[in-house]
């Protein structure tokens, strides 16, 4: 179903192409939470069952490629840097994404009654959404008002076209993968509801 | 209404206050500890282990705001009560926002003692930036509380909750004080404090309108 | 005496995970009636209260009260019912009164002081109105939160065993109590699981088996030794 991620040629070392995972794959996490924003809100509205699975579904691939994120970040890092770790801005609001979103997935899996997690996983769905664009925001303005510039920018500002283009394909890859995972994973979960009534 | 019961209830029990007291009177000794006499190490991470001391306390209040309701099921005889259950979220974080406040301040004068602070210039100031923070931390907690109220492990799901959530708010909060603290002017961090002012209508909106859902079941 | 169903449940079933409690449930009681429902521990009578209540959602099935349905109209339904249960709710660490004045001003009630002493001494509490709670008894519990509805005269009452557990005087008391309520104009659903004081109060009476009513009787048509039988057939034919 998903095509190839063939990282175009860089001129800049190979290590840069892990860049072409770890931007789109960032953005794809966004889409996933923006998803289960509305997911939530539609549950919470309708009490339909699929909402809730689209929600569900797409709140673990959406942590799936958070980590994806994090780990490609990570692995940018220690040959460019020399540190496995660093408190720039983007690693830094997407681990706090990761850790928000996974505490939905536990959420979920600790309350037993269904129909209640549901309920909560949905209202904590819309929580964590909201809180997005404060994440991003206190992060940025934490790293970039206080720090030397000499950190990496979340992103180079100006970029030649190819690198735009490879990043624009990859991302559509992603999203791809992305519909698939999440189709398959409610698919499964339908199921799952289905084998228990 | 509901803030008048949970006072009662407060005053005749006591066990949060103390709790939390202790709790925060606690921290501050272990911050005494753990990073020593060093004056200028310690002038630095000030606002960090002030808020620290606010957040941890915070968590242990807030987690309790609906033990009372544990008994009796009284949880099911709040939502048995016709009519719109948000004024219950709002009794409740007015209740936790008091609770809050109150220790805070304790734990303010505490370690202005402690610590040495010069903090009657600043007072105003310093003010406003607690009562931003503690309303955003307040409307999220209130809110996880009850949701996790039922919950098997509660004790570690809330924290587990709720602290992501706040980071951004902790942020904002500890370089807004630390302003404060070396006397700059409140228009200085002007867009920390405008982030704090949303995050605290966001939360409450949204505390409001999802607690229906919350209580139910 | 006007005869429309205040209570009304239709093809009522609720499933809980794995377990299907309730299967094509119907049940209907008209203002100034009371009906009994009898059923073995688990039969799920209890659930058939709180879809009732509202607080639990039907899977499939109506239940509607005073034409509300109860799921989708919860907010109203709540203000017609009153519900008795296992439970008392009622807040350990303050007095009875205190208890009634913010249950009642939860309810929206304007309460006078006057209301209160009347309902305190409706439930005879009245001399321990200023203890707290913890020190009850447990028929003090259920007094106390049958009060709540001395004040707020709901149009349906819903009890889940409430005989269990009184003593005596205790058992006389509530019945003069139902059937002041059922005079009222209101309508009583009562739940058993063995044959007390309930059977005295009520003008029908089912036998919930196999997650559905399996009969429904007016109370003069059968002798209690009759109804025994069949209950106990039922309940054996439904485990």
């Known amino acids: 179903m998903a095509f190839g991620l063939a990282p175009r040629e860089a001129t800049q070392g190979n290590v840069q192409r892990i860049m072409y995972l770890h931007v789109p794959s960032v953005w794809v996490a966004y889409l996933a939470f923006a998803v289960v924003l509305v997911a939530s809100i539609a549950y919470l509205a309708r009490r339909s069952e699929g909402a809730d699975r689209l929600a569900h579904a797409s709140a673990e691939v959406g942590v799936l490629f958070t980590g994806l994120t994090i780990a490609t970040g990570s692995i940018w890092g220690k040959p460019t840097w020399g540190t496995w770790w660093t408190w720039d801005a983007r690693l830094t609001t997407v681990s706090i994404l990761f850790v928000m979103y996974l505490g939905y997935l536990?959420?979920?899996?600790?309350?037993?009654?269904?129909?209640?997690?549901?309920?909560?996983?949905a209202v904590l769905g819309i929580v964590a959404a909201f809180n997005i664009p404060l994440v991003h925001f206190s992060v940025y303005w934490w790293r970039t008002l206080h720090q030397p510039p000499?950190?990496?920018k979340p992103g180079p500002s100006t970029m030649p076209g190819v690198i735009v283009a490879a990043l624009l394909v990859?991302?559509?890859?992603?999203?791809?993968l992305y519909v698939y995972f999440v189709t398959r994973r409610a698919r499964v979960l339908r199921l799952e509801a289905e084998a228990e009534a | 209404m509901v803030v008048w019961k949970d006072l009662l209830v407060e005053r005749r029990s006591k066990e949060t206050l103390n709790a939390v007291f202790f709790f925060g009177l606690l921290l501050l000794f272990l911050f005494q500890f753990a990073l020593g006499p060093d004056r200028e190490r310690l002038a630095g991470t000030l606002p960090g282990l002030l808020w620290l001391g606010f957040i941890l306390s915070g968590l242990l209040g807030l987690g309790r705001t609906f033990v009372a309701e544990r008994e009796n099921d009284c949880w099911e005889g709040l939502l048995l009560t016709p009519g719109d259950k948000s004024a219950i979220y709002v009794g409740k974080l007015a209740g936790n926002l008091l609770l809050m406040l109150v220790v805070e301040t304790i734990l303010l004068v505490l370690f202005g003692f402690f610590?040495?602070?010069?903090?009657?210039?600043v007072l105003p100031a310093l003010a406003v930036v607690i009562a931003l923070g503690t309303v955003a931390f307040a409307a999220v907690g209130t809110l996880f509380a009850a949701m996790t109220a039922h919950v098997r492990a509660r004790e570690?799901?809330?924290?587990?909750l709720l602290l992501p959530v706040e980071a951004p708010v902790l942020l904002a909060t500890v370089k807004a004080t630390e302003a404060v603290l070396l006397g700059e002017p409140l228009g200085s961090v002007a867009h920390w404090l405008k982030l704090l002012a949303a995050a605290d209508v966001v939360y409450v909106a949204v505390g409001v309108l999802t607690f229906d859902f919350v209580l139910e079941g | 005496m006007a005869s429309e169903a205040l209570i009304r449940v239709a093809g009522l079933r609720k499933t809980f995970g794995n377990h299907r409690v309730l299967d094509g449930l119907d049940l209907d009681v008209r203002a100034g009636e009371a009906v009994a429902v009898l059923g073995a521990n688990g039969a799920g009578k209890t659930t058939l209260l709180k879809v009732l209540a509202t607080l639990v959602r039907p899977t499939r099935g109506t239940a509607t009260v005073a034409g509300y349905d109860c799921a989708r109209d919860a907010e109203r339904v709540r203000g017609q019912v009153g519900l008795v249960g296992h439970s008392s709710y009622v807040y350990e660490?303050?007095?009875a009164a205190e208890n009634l004045t913010f249950w009642a001003t939860l309810a929206g009630l304007k309460l006078t002081e006057a209301a209160r002493a009347a309902a305190l001494a409706a439930v005879e509490l009245d001399r321990a109105a200023d203890e707290r709670v913890r020190t009850f008894s447990a028929g003090m519990k259920r007094r106390l939160s049958l009060a709540r509805f001395v004040l707020a005269r709901p149009r349906v009452l819903l009890l889940d065993e409430p005989f269990t557990g009184l003593d005596q005087r205790g058992k006389k008391w509530l019945e003069e109590h139902l059937a002041a309520f059922k005079a009222g104009g209101g309508a009583l659903l009562m739940t058993s699981h063995s044959f007390g004081r309930e059977l005295a109060v009520a003008d029908r009476i089912a036998i919930l088996a196999g997650g559905a009513i399996a009969l429904d009787t007016a109370r003069g048509s059968l002798s209690a030794d009759d109804i025994h039988r069949l209950y106990t057939l039922h309940a054996e034919e439904a485990s």
């Open chain 2, 115 to 121: 610590f040495n602070l010069e903090l009657a210039a």
């Open chain 1, 170 to 176: 990859n991302f559509a890859a992603f999203t791809l």
């Open chain 1, 106 to 121: 536990l959420l979920r899996g600790m309350i037993d009654d269904r129909e209640r997690g549901a309920r909560f996983a």
């Open chain 2, 156 to 160: 570690l799901l809330f924290p587990v």
């Open chain 3, 93 to 95: 660490d303050l007095t």
């Open chain 1, 150 to 152: 000499s950190l990496m």
